[in-house]
């Protein structure tokens, strides 16, 4: 199995910017896709980010585009979601989870079927 563990969140004022880091143990991170989900109260949960395996593709919603970044580092079993210029509705617990890809390529790194999950980081923007 694999764990995953996100940390970062906090309260930021509008404008500001956070760092989240999602950081893995158990089996090797290196083959999975990494997504970052964020859920508000009373919204369905959204995949906001991903990053492909063994540092591949990114990929982002359009609200998020230009303002949130996406790396890993499998060496240090480590992604991390930057995100600048947040925004109120940008508030919401953040999600990391881990999906195994296959061998089929796809144009994106977004899934429906994410194989673990972390415990999640409450992220407010104040305004």
């Known amino acids: 199995q694999m764990q995953l563990v996100e940390s970062g969140g906090g309260l930021v004022q509008a404008g500001g910017s956070l760092s989240l880091s999602c950081v893995a143990s158990g089996l090797t991170m290196d083959y999975y896709n990494i997504g970052w989900f964020r859920q508000a109260p009373g919204k369905e949960r959204e995949e906001v980010s991903c990053?492909?395996?063994?540092?591949?593709?990114?990929d982002y919603v359009d609200s998020v585009k230009g303002r949130f970044t996406i790396s890993r580092d499998n060496a240090k079993k480590t992604v991390t979601l930057q995100m600048n210029n947040l925004k109120p509705e940008d508030t919401a617990v953040y999600y990391c989870?881990?999906?195994?890809?296959?061998?089929?390529?796809?144009?994106?790194?977004?899934?429906?079927?994410?194989?673990?999950w972390g415990q999640g980081t409450p992220v407010t923007v104040s305004s």
């Open positions: 990053i492909s395996s063994n540092d591949g593709a990114t």
């Open positions: 989870a881990a999906d195994w890809p296959g061998v089929v390529v796809v144009p994106t790194c977004f899934s429906d079927d994410y194989d673990y």
